[in-house]
Nanobody, 121 residues
Framework: QVQLVESGGGSVQPGGSLRLSCVAS????????MGWYRQAPGKQRELVSD???????NYADSVKGRFTISRDNAKNTVYLQMSSLRPEDTAVYYC???????????????WGQGTQVTVSS
């Protein structure tokens, strides 16, 4: 059993900051890419940012220069520091990880339950 648990969402005014965290737990042999997606009402889920083990982060154009992704491999945790937040950043943010379970041969995608981020004055 593998589980991703997110935390850190909430409500903030435009220009504010939030930090999301996601911890992976369970029978994990290896985690490849970890990342964050978001889905706003009436829109498709989109990639916000992801990061490979030991690699640099990739970012959607809409968040470049404002969001920073990082990960702590020893803790199986990925973070998303969000700054200069805008109303259009309002969405449910989902953690994603490509995980190889113990005794498994291939990685598969796992998702967190989602955390709401609301940016409003």
């Amino acid at each position: 059993q593998v589980q991703l648990v997110e935390s850190g969402g909430g409500s903030v005014q435009p220009g504010g900051s939030l930090r999301l965290s996601c911890v992976a737990s369970g029978s994990i042999a290896r985690i490849n890419v970890m990342g964050w997606y978001r889905q706003a009402p009436g829109k498709q889920r989109e990639l916000v940012s992801d990061i490979a083990s030991g690699g640099d982060g990739n970012y959607a154009d809409s968040v470049k220069g404002r969001f920073t992704i990082s990960r702590d491999n020893a803790k199986n945790t990925v973070y998303l520091q969000m700054s200069s937040l805008r109303p259009e950043d309002t969405a449910v943010y989902y953690c994603n990880a490509q995980i190889i379970r113990m005794f498994a041969w291939a990685a598969r995608d796992y998702w967190g339950q989602g955390t709401q981020v609301t940016v409003s004055s």
